[in-house]
């Protein structure tokens, strides 16, 4: 089926730096969701784009909407040890709004 | 407001057992699904509905069934657990059409032995 390519799949940071993860789709999407996962926990949307170049932030995450279409990007800004978690990205391919495509996610560890 | 509870959070079963997951939310949401979450697999779709009395297979649907009688609740009915089924389960739901953002609950955790 279809599938979205996240990467990194994991990284191991220090606390204070900045971060920076993707997802990349040979096909086009018309959204782009991200989610946090905290350990045991199901997870939480983070920021959703809906056009094409759209940048939007919450607190010190940014994210963008490719402008093709087919990407997006999370940035995190100045790591906190509670960023800790599995951050996945999610689309809504074609013209179907009725189930989402998942990343297999990018799984962050901060070092203190 | 609860949000989407599930339960029970954890369940052991035996292998050829059947038992329910059950799922409610108290947001009025037309959308809900199943997904289940493996080591490196992500969240795969099981079964889902846009409404009450409307469901459909997701991309692994064997060995589960649901029903959707009421808006609140989606059920997940395992026929007879198999060691493959052991999984971490989580119902999400959303507004709607234009309500993409999924809310999801804390999940199951099911060992099947």
């Known amino acids: 089926g279809q599938q979205l390519n996240q990467s990194p799949q994991s990284m191991f940071i220090q606390e204070g730096e900045d971060v920076s993860m993707n997802c990349t789709s040979s096909s086009i999407f018309n959204t782009w969701l991200w989610y946090k996962q905290d350990p045991g926990e199901g997870p939480v949307l983070l920021i959703a784009l809906y056009k094409a170049g759209e940048l939007t932030s919450n607190g010190r995450l940014t994210a963008q909407f490719g402008i093709t279409r087919k990407d997006s990007f999370l940035n995190i800004s100045a790591s906190i040890p509670s960023d800790v978690g599995i951050y996945f990205c999610?689309?809504?391919?074609?013209?179907?709004?009725?189930?989402?495509?998942w990343g297999l996610g990018t799984s962050l560890a901060v070092n203190p | 407001n609860a949000g989407v509870t599930q339960t029970p959070k954890f369940q052991v079963l035996k292998t050829g057992q059947s038992m329910t997951l059950q799922c409610a939310q108290d947001m009025n949401h037309e959308y809900m699904s199943w997904y289940r979450q493996d080591p490196g697999m992500g969240l795969r779709l099981i079964h889902y509905s846009v409404g009450a009395g409307i469901t459909d297979q997701g991309e692994v649907p064997n060995g589960y069934n649901v029903s959707r009688s009421t808006t609140e609740d989606f059920p997940l009915r395992l026929l007879s657990a198999a060691p493959s089924q052991t999984s971490v389960y989580f119902c999400?739901?959303?507004?709607?059409?234009?309500?993409?953002?999924?809310?999801f609950g804390s999940g199951t955790r099911l060992t099947v032995v």
């Open positions: 999610a689309g809504l391919f074609g013209g179907n709004n009725r189930k989402l495509i």
């Open positions: 999400a739901s959303r507004r709607g059409r234009t309500g993409y953002g999924y809310t």
